[in-house]
């Protein structure tokens, strides 16, 4: 069975600073790996996501993240946040193979950009 | 624009009662899923679809059911509401790759 851990509940950084929101998957096989978004009172929103090659992937808004097997990882991260970063992020796993569409999510991130 | 709509919005519900939560979609995506969101739980897999006629369990089904009528539509039912129902449920379209549209949510109530 495919699970996600983001170990941090919430996150607080200053505006201008850099960000680093953590997560750790579990798979069977290698996976797909995202990171949504969620602004208040919104559905979710895609920001990035890793299928194979390149380990550091490019999503919007200055946001990558970089996928380690060795680590079972698959970190965020963004060299300089804005006050309009502040949201709930998620980071989610699905099994490569098979037509299993699936998708696990972690319990999120909230980030707190302070100015 | 292709979107996905959930209906209702806000519900407030007594224990007991039947509630059944409505998503269209115009993605012409097969798969469609239904999730909750609980503070301190994130989202949680009730019921999802490979398209029109098909309905399989997600991690939390017990006390829900689903129906996939056609491809635009997904429901889901409560049969007997009761109040650890009480959530925020999220529809979503998506592709064989994973990657998820999701609905605004509809806030269920249940008293």
């Known amino acids: 069975a495919q699970s996600v851990t983001q170990p941090d509940a919430r996150v607080t950084v200053s505006e201008g600073a850099s960000l680093q929101l953590r997560c750790k998957y579990s798979?069977?096989?290698?996976?797909?790996l995202f990171w949504y978004v969620q602004y208040p009172r919104q559905g979710l929103q895609l920001l990035l996501k890793?299928?194979?090659?390149?380990?550091v992937v490019q999503g919007v808004n200055g946001f990558e993240a970089e996928f380690s097997k060795s680590n079972s990882s698959f970190h965020l991260r963004k060299a300089s946040v804005h006050w309009s970063d502040s949201a709930v992020y998620f980071c989610?796993?699905?099994?490569?193979?098979?037509?299993?569409?699936?998708?696990?999510f972690g319990k999120g991130t909230k980030l707190s950009v302070k100015s | 624009e292709a979107a996905v709509t959930q209906s209702p919005r806000n519900k407030v519900a007594v224990t007991g009662g039947k509630v059944t939560l409505s998503c269209n979609q115009t993605?012409?995506?097969?798969?469609m899923y239904w999730y909750r969101q609980d503070t301190g739980h994130g989202l949680r897999l009730i019921h999802y679809?490979?398209?029109?006629?098909?309905?399989e369990k997600g991690d939390i089904p017990d006390g829900y059911k689903a129906s996939r009528p056609s491809q635009e539509n997904f429901s889901l039912i409560l049969e007997l509401a009761t109040p650890s129902q009480t959530s925020v449920y999220f529809c979503a379209s998506g592709t064989n790759t994973g990657q998820l549209y999701f609905g605004e949510g509809s806030k269920l109530t249940v008293l």
């Open positions: 890793y299928y194979s090659g390149d380990p």
């Open positions: 679809s490979y398209g029109a006629g098909s309905t």
């Open positions: 993605n012409n995506h097969n798969n």
């Open positions: 989610a796993v699905r099994n490569s193979g098979g037509s299993n569409a699936k998708l696990t």
């Open positions: 798979s069977s096989v290698t996976p797909y």
